[in-house]
Structures are given as structure tokens and as C-alpha cells.
């Protein structure tokens, strides 16, 4: 197997839209039906899938939807939430979660995180649907990574998206920092991706707790989600429109399988549509003055 194929094969792992791995990984199978090693191999090119999409899974014998990411990664397939004190097993290809069992995180932000995740988990569970977020030490202790996922999908209706929060908050200074993701897929009768990302920045005031900073959080999600609304109609109202083709004068769509059976107005004559001698065009010219 050649690393060129097995690195475009990749690639199209790491392009899948939300919700539509397993979709994609069918049709890598159905392409490379002659190399069935292929989709084995890409055993790295999942994992970085997963961890950089903030996958989520349910827990066995729960419903909790955990994070899968490399900030609460534990090494050899293991990772743990905080909230739930458990930590489980992933595979990466079949994005399911396993031998789940108790684990206590042991850090000097110990007591913030567990603050920040009791301020962090209502305000998540009420902006958003099917949401997780998670709170998790990283550098040393010296920094406390936030992460929030929600994932919404209509597979019905042709559409799947998903929002994507990551933040780095430090305690010693209260400055915050991050980007947040929205990646949205729409695929009827075409095939449109709406791919953003926004960098953010900001201080946590009065002391830098977990209300202060959940609070922050929220302002900073609403001014980018009302960013987007205000994009959304001027590409409505500007670009997408323009692209748009007019309808008839009869206001009615034209249904191009039965363009053979379209005619031509009556109230159209002949006399319209033959050539006309120059004598008899001065003279229609100079009945019309």
C-alpha cells in the first residue's frame, strides 16, 4: 500500500462532516474494495478525528454523552470525565465507549474545575442541544482547558452540523483565550459546507471565579452566535440572492424535464418574430413616435 494513497484516504477521514463518519468510511470501503487493509490502517487518522472533533459517547449502562479529546486523554485509549469521576475506554473506529470505571482527578484545581463544571453544565444544557462540555487540568496544572460540543443532525432532512467552544482559562491571571468552531453540513440537491472559526480572547473579572467565568463564556458565545445571524441574512440578501436564478414573468418555477413541452405565448405572433426590411422598420419606428 502506498503512503500517498493511504495519506489522500486520510485526508478524507479528517474532511468527514459532523455526523457522517461511518458514511464515509463506507465509501472509502466501497472505493478501495481491492485493498481491504486500507481502512485498518487508518487507525491514527480516526483518532485524530475524534480527539480534535470533541466526539462524544455515551457511557456504558448511561446516557451521559462524554468528550473524547486530547485534553483529557490518559494514553493508551483511556480517557476520564470529570464530572461523572470515571474514565473509559474509546475506539476510535467504531466511536464507542467501554470499560468504563471510577477515576478521581487529582489536581490543585481540583475544587475550581468541580466549580466550574456545577456553574458550566446548566448553562450548556440550556443554550444548546445535545451538548457536553467538560473542564480538565492541563500544562502542568497551570491551565484549565473548557471545552463544550454540541452536535445536531437531520440526516432526514439533509443537514448536519455541529458547535464546537474551546477555551484556555488560566487561574493565576484570569485571562481567557480560545476559538470557537461551527461546522454545518447541507447536502439536498447539492452539496453546501458552512466551515467558521473565531478566535476569542478576554480577562475573568472580580477575582476570576467559576460564576464570572461561565458568565464571560456566555457573553462571548451569544455576540458570536448573533455575528452569525446578521452574516446569514447579508449573504441572503446579497450574494445568495444574486446566485439565485429569477423566475419568469409567470412567477412560476420552470420544471426543466418538461421543457420539450413548453410553447411559446400565443399573443406572440409571427409578425414578431420574422425579418423586417429596413423601409418597413422606419416605418413601425415612426409609428411609435
Not at 481491492?34 to 449502562?61: I, W
Not at 470505571?101 to 468541580?114: A, G, P
Not at 452566535?225 to 423566475?247: H, P, T, V, Y
Amino acid at each position: 500500500m502506498s503512503s500517498s494513497k493511504e495519506a489522500i484516504v486520510s485526508s478524507f477521514v479528517q474532511g468527514a462532516p459532523p455526523g457522517e463518519l461511518a458514511d464515509v468510511v463506507a465509501d472509502i470501503k466501497a472505493l478501495t474494495a481491492d485493498e481491504p487493509d486500507l481502512v485498518r490502517s487508518l487507525g491514527p487518522a480516526f483518532e485524530k478525528y475524534n480527539t480534535e472533533q470533541f466526539t462524544t459517547a455515551k457511557l456504558p449502562g448511561g446516557s451521559q454523552q462524554v468528550i473524547v479529546s486530547s485534553y483529557n486523554s490518559l494514553g493508551g485509549g483511556r480517557f476520564y470525565d470529570p464530572e461523572s469521576q470515571s474514565s473509559f475506554h474509546f475506539d476510535h473506529t467504531t466511536q464507542k465507549a467501554s470499560a468504563a470505571q471510577s477515576y478521581v482527578l487529582e489536581s490543585k484545581h481540583s475544587d475550581l474545575i468541580r466549580s466550574i463544571l456545577k456553574a458550566l453544565v446548566p448553562y450548556v444544557r440550556e443554550h444548546y442541544p445535545a451538548a457536553s462540555c467538560g473542564a480538565y487540568p492541563i500544562e502542568n496544572n497551570s491551565i484549565i482547558a473548557i471545552l463544550i460540543v454540541a452536535n445536531k443532525y437531520s440526516p432526514n432532512n439533509f443537514w448536519n452540523g455541529r458547535w464546537r467552544s474551546l477555551y484556555t482559562f488560566s487561574p493565576l491571571t484570569s485571562s481567557l483565550s480560545g476559538s470557537l468552531k461551527v461546522d454545518v453540513h447541507y447536502y439536498e440537491d447539492g452539496n453546501v459546507r458552512l466551515l467558521t472559526t473565531k478566535p476569542v480572547s478576554d480577562r475573568v473579572g472580580t477575582g476570576g471565579g467559576a460564576t464570572e467565568l461561565v458568565r464571560t463564556i456566555a457573553g462571548i458565545e451569544k455576540k458570536y452566535q448573533e455575528d452569525l445571524n446578521l452574516s446569514f441574512a447579508a449573504l441572503s440578501e446579497g450574494a445568495f440572492k444574486g446566485l439565485r436564478r429569477q423566475l419568469p414573468i409567470s412567477r412560476q418555477k420552470i420544471d426543466w424535464y418538461k421543457i420539450g413541452n413548453y410553447r411559446v405565448s400565443p399573443s406572440i405572433s409571427s409578425s414578431y418574430c420574422r425579418t423586417f426590411t429596413p423601409i418597413e422598420l422606419g416605418r413601425r419606428y415612426r409609428s411609435l413616435r
